[in-house]
């Protein structure tokens, strides 16, 4: 596949009313059918960055003709949709109403090959991560690109240094940090930001805390020293409130004394941290009761008293650090409220790797500020799945009015994924950058019947 294309094209169709959409599905299935030799790509272009983007929408995604054709007809007809094509999305009645939140996963989620259809294929997305390494590579053991998209012959061994995590943090970071320029290339901006763990360093950068140097100075000194830290601890969670795993913990061996409650994923999503003897003890306890449990993939008991003898190196980076006040609302892992001036200070970066993560928090935060829509910028869906367990039974929240949009899948294709999302996004009354969407593409608006080209 050349650089900057994509092997799906989206075509957006709107109208003022249900009815005048179906109709202008009709007239688009005829102007495409009766201009093949002009390319479906430079068409879709054409048409979507020259007309009038309406209330009600509908956007079709595919490989060719007749998918694209398959959807438009289908709508045309009376479907109730457009589900006969690769990622179609229905018909909305669209109101950009709703805040939307930008999500940053941390630790867990990465896996050698994440984004690799970007990278190839994609100059937004691949100049970004370039910029990143140039700052960061200097630093590591071997070039980021090289561990995330290994040459052949050395995947396995590129998968045992991604679980490193003087490598997973700043993959991870590098990672948020071009699926955000390829948002912001396309018009979405989130009005809000939350992140997870190491994801809360992203997710201070685009909320303007520090620079871009800065952030990774940070990502790299930080990784260094949580790797450099003895490897005798882990993380386990249960599918449990928290007041559960206390009494759990209370109730278990001594040596459990030593476990704290690491992460505050959800109302019975809780995340313990210590010492691998005691986790080993905790775990045996919860065989005898209907507790399940999952150990995750970490070599440290982060978020806990392991990570206290890193402070002092740490606090000498951060020091070096210029802070900033947000410009854009941030939700703090510490607080689990809007950050303050507190988030632009050595002591809270310092407190972050000790401190729990209160990301159950800082959903209902999110939620009691009107954030309906979610965009994760991470290698899967693990936060909108966290976040749908925070939100579910709140009452701050009707979970069926929200929106969840990952930006990749672990297994699936980068730009059905993506895509799939754009066009859900677009149909729920977002205006996208199209002139900046095609810019990196290749393509060329064409004269069309009824589509005035205004480049």
């Known amino acids: 596949m050349p650089e900057n294309s994509t092997p799906l094209n989206l075509l957006c169709v709107s ?4 009815f005048e959409l179906r109709k202008q599905a009709s007239t688009l299935a005829k102007l495409i059918e009766a201009n093949e030799e002009l390319g479906l790509g430079n068409i879709c272009e054409t048409i ?29 007809l009376g479907g109730p949709n457009a589900a006969t094509g690769i990622g179609a999305v229905s018909n909305k009645s669209s109101s950009r109403q709703e805040k939307l939140a930008f999500m940053l996963a941390g630790q867990g989620s ?16 691949r100049e970004a991560f370039q ?27 590129a998968a045992e240094l991604i679980k490193q995590t003087a490598f997973t943090q700043p993959a991870l970071f590098v990672l948020g940090y071009a699926l955000s320029e390829m948002w912001s290339s396309w018009g979405i901006r989130p009005d809000f930001l939350i992140g997870h763990s190491a994801g809360e360093i992203m997710a201070a950068y685009l909320a303007g805390v520090f620079s871009l140097e800065d952030a990774l100075k940070i990502v790299t000194v930080r990784s260094k020293l949580m790797q450099s830290q003895p490897s005798n601890g882990g993380m386990l969670m249960l599918v449990a409130k928290p007041e559960e795993v206390r ?35 905790l775990l ?19 978020h806990s008293a392991a990570m206290k003898t890193l402070v002092p190196e740490l606090r000498k980076t951060l020091c070096q650090i ?73 009452g701050l929240a ?41 810019k990196p593409m290749g393509g060329h608006q064409i004269p069309l019947e009824g589509f005035t080209s205004n480049t």
């Not at 979507?48 to 054709?69: A, F, M, Q």
């Not at 690109?145 to 396995?156: M, N």
């Not at 895509?419 to 677009?426: A, D, K, R, V």
Request: with cysteine.
């Open 131 to 157: 910029r990143c390494s140039i700052l960061l590579d200097p630093h590591l053991d071997r070039p980021l690109a090289s561990v995330l998209y290994p040459e052949t012959g050395q995947a396995d061994q």
């Open 247 to 281: 009494e759990l913990i209370s109730n278990a061996n001594d040596g459990c004394n030593n476990l704290v409650i690491a992460a505050y994923n959800g109302p019975s999503n809780t995340v313990v941290s210590g010492p691998e003897e005691a986790l080993n003890q």
């Open 322 to 394: 210029n802070f900033q006040q947000p410009i854009r609302p941030f939700v703090s892992n510490v607080t689990g409220r809007q950050a303050g001036p507190e988030i632009a200070s050595s002591d809270y970066w310092c407190d972050h790797v000790t401190s729990p993560v209160r990301f159950a928090q800082g959903m209902n935060t999110l939620a009691t500020n009107g954030v309906r829509n979610f965009i994760e910028l991470g290698a899967s869906s693990t936060l909108l799945s966290l976040g749908r367990q925070c939100l579910k039974n709140s």
């Open 15 to 18: 109208g003022g009313t249900e």
């Open 398 to 438: 009707n979970i069926n009015n929200c929106n969840w949009w990952p930006s990749l899948r672990n297994g699936k294709n980068n730009w059905e994924t993506i895509l799939s999302s754009l066009g859900e996004i677009y149909s729920h009354g977002y205006q996208i950058d199209w002139k900046s969407f095609y």
């Open 110 to 125: 990465q896996y050698v090959g994440m984004a690799h259809s970007l990278y190839t294929t994609h100059s937004v997305f």
């Open 48 to 76: 979507n960055t020259n007309s009038k983007h309406l209330k009600h929408r509908l956007v079709c995604i595919g490989e060719d003709y007749p998918s694209i054709l398959n959807q438009l007809k289908a709508y045309e």
């Open 284 to 302: 045996a306890h919860t065989t005898s009761s209907s507790i399940k449990t999952k150990r995750l993939e970490v070599s440290h008991a982060f």
